[in-house]
Antibody
Framework: QVQLQQWGAGLLKPSETLSLTCAVY????????WSWIRQSPGKGLEWIGE???????NYNPSLKRRVTVSVHTSENQFSLNLTSVTAADTAVYYC???????????????WGRGTPVTVSS | DLQMTQSPSSLYASVGDRVTITCRAS??????LNWYQQEPGKAPKLLIF???SLQSWIPSRFSGSGSGTLFTLTISSLQPEDFATYYC?????????FGQGTKVEIK
């Protein structure tokens, strides 16, 4: 059974950097892309970015200037860094496995439990 | 960005009811459409992928249909554990966007 376990700081001040890590247990790590998604009351579910085991990334243009997703393949982990946070970055952040299959078989099938992050002075 | 619009935003239904939720894409996305269920305080859970394929371990009362710009999620006979919020999502083009959600509440 695949499990995603995520962790990171939950309270930040404006201008600080958000850092989260997600560890993958079970299943293949190299055969998938790995994503970060956030959810806030104001903006709903928002895809942040993705990475594969070789470090190939793709980011949401709305966040690209501030986002870095990195991979630690030997540990089956991947991380999110979001710089210069503001109150607008307050959200629950999820990591998820992203299947890039054939034809239209692209979907998020396993999710972490979510990390609530609050940005407040 | 591709816009995904769900309707209704919320609905009230009773156990045993047939429920249909609609998702409309701002341009054609072929069958790159997924449906998720989210219970309060939990992560979204994949129900349907590629518009009509049922994820493993998901009950057969859930079904999806559509292609192009119009899609539907149907629950054939609503069960108590189905009261939740449902989201559609397109993976046709990046950034991969979600609908605003449809909350299914008890009548």
């Amino acid at each position: 059974q695949v499990q995603l376990q995520q962790w990171g700081a939950g309270l930040l001040k404006p201008s600080e950097t958000l850092s989260l890590t997600c560890a993958v247990y079970g299943g293949s790590f190299s055969g998938y892309y790995w994503s970060w998604i956030r959810q806030s009351p104001g903006k709903g579910l928002e895809w942040i970015g993705e990475i594969n085991h070789s470090g190939s990334t793709n980011y949401n243009p709305s966040l690209k200037r501030r986002v870095t997703v990195s991979v630690h393949t030997s540990e089956n982990q991947f991380s999110l860094n979001l710089t210069s946070v503001t109150a607008a970055d307050t959200a629950v952040y999820y990591c998820a496995r992203f299947v890039h299959g054939t034809s239209s078989l692209w979907y998020f099938d396993y999710w972490g439990r979510g990390t609530p992050v609050t940005v407040s002075s | 960005d591709l816009q995904m619009t769900q309707s209704p935003s919320s609905l009230y239904a009773s156990v045993g009811d047939r429920v249909t939720i609609t998702c409309r894409a701002s341009q054609s996305i072929s069958s790159f459409l997924n449906w998720y269920q989210q219970e309060p305080g939990k992560a979204p859970k994949l129900l349907i992928f590629a518009a009509s394929s049922l994820q493993s371990w998901i009950p057969s009362r859930f079904s999806g249909s559509g292609s192009g710009t119009l899609f539907t999620l149907t629950i054939s006979s609503l069960q108590p554990e189905d009261f939740a919020t449902y989201y559609c999502q397109q993976t046709y083009s990046s950034p991969y966007t979600f609908g605003q959600g449809t909350k299914v509440e008890i009548k």
